[in-house]
């Protein structure tokens, strides 16, 4: 699948009205994960690959969820990349910052390059997270976080691909 149509599953989310029944705890333990899941990932292949697939200030939310989980502000950094893990697909995600935040931790994103943002955001100090939502696409788990690095919002979201070890028989790698 092209990355193109790998980014699109983030706008073809359906947001759970309410935390999900589980299919298993392996499940349950990689959607609540509160910790880099950079990391996590980087346990099954070592280091991860990231393509940025689009890049740039936009003028508005993508989609209506997300325009209600940050202040209004007319402009947002919009970052949307493809995580690789032994070259295959893992994880699709979107990540929005509000033009307003114009120092501060969540101001780095803007230069991170092909730096993963847990990568970034979990070296510097566990960032807050207040809200945390879950969604399908098709068979696929999605989440979604709005983060608080030093009070200053972003929202992540992030859709797991087929590839990814979530769905791996057997469950998780050892620490």
Same mark, same amino acid.
């Given at each position: 699948?092209?990355?193109? #149509?790998?980014? #699109? *599953?983030? =706008?073809? &989310?359906?947001?759970?009205? #309410?935390?999900? !029944?589980?299919? +298993? =705890?392996?499940?349950? !333990? $990689? @959607?609540?994960?509160?910790? !880099?899941?950079?990391?996590?990932?980087?346990?099954?292949? %070592?280091? &991860?690959?990231?393509?940025?697939?689009?890049?740039?200030?936009?003028?508005?939310? &993508?989609?209506?969820?997300?325009?209600?989980?940050?202040?209004?502000?007319?402009?947002?950094?919009?970052?949307?990349?493809?995580?690789?893990?032994? =070259?295959?697909?893992?994880?699709?995600?979107?990540?929005?910052? /509000?033009?307003?935040?114009?120092? %501060?931790?969540?101001?780095?994103?803007? !230069?991170?390059?092909?730096?993963?943002?847990?990568? $970034?955001?979990?070296?510097?100090?566990?960032?807050?997270?207040? &809200?945390?939502?879950?969604?399908?696409?098709?068979?696929?788990?999605?989440?979604?976080?709005? @983060?608080?690095?030093?009070?200053?919002? *972003? @929202?992540?979201?992030?859709?797991?691909? /087929?590839?990814?070890?979530?769905?791996?028989? %057997?469950? +998780?790698?050892?620490?």
């Amino acid at each position: 699948m092209p990355d193109q #149509a790998i980014v #699109a *599953l983030l =706008d073809g &989310i359906q947001w759970l009205d #309410a935390p999900p !029944s589980w299919p +298993d =705890d392996v499940t349950r !333990s $990689w @959607l609540t994960e509160r910790g !880099s899941m950079t990391r996590r990932l980087e346990r099954y292949c %070592g280091q &991860i690959r990231v393509r940025r697939f689009r890049e740039g200030f936009v003028p508005a939310c &993508i989609e209506p969820g997300e325009a209600a989980l940050l202040p209004d502000c007319g402009r947002f950094w919009l970052r949307e990349v493809v995580l690789y893990g032994y =070259d295959k697909p893992w994880l699709t995600a979107r990540t929005l910052v /509000p033009a307003a935040t114009k120092a %501060g931790p969540a101001q780095h994103v803007l !230069s991170l390059g092909d730096v993963p943002l847990g990568q $970034w955001l979990f070296r510097h100090w566990p960032p807050a997270r207040d &809200i945390m939502q879950f969604g399908r696409v098709g068979d696929l788990w999605a989440r979604r976080a709005r @983060l608080l690095p030093d009070g200053q919002p *972003l @929202l992540l979201t992030e859709a797991f691909l /087929p590839d990814c070890p979530l769905y791996a028989r %057997g469950g +998780d790698a050892p620490e």
